[in-house]
């Protein structure tokens, strides 16, 4: 069997004391499931670009409908 590669991306808290609008606070765990040059992937999210800024992208856009 093969093992499942994949990172696991979870919302910690159904609230958020940022407030209704503000991205819920995220954990993306698991990252060494991805084998070899997982750390390049870990560092990718955290970057500039990363979940942080599509998190904001997503919050604008169900904001603005």
Same mark, same amino acid.
């Given at each position: 069997?093969?093992?499942?590669r ?13 407030? =209704?609008?503000? =991205? =819920? =606070?995220?954990?993306?765990s ?9 750390e ?26």
């Open positions: 069997m093969k093992p499942i994949t990172a696991r991306v979870a919302s910690m808290s159904p609230s958020n004391p940022a407030g =209704p609008t503000a =991205p =819920p =606070p995220l954990v993306h698991d990252f060494e499931k991805r084998g070899a040059g997982w390049s992937m870990r560092d990718s999210v955290q970057s500039e670009g990363g979940w942080p800024d599509l998190i904001n992208t997503y919050a604008k856009a169900a904001a603005a409908q």
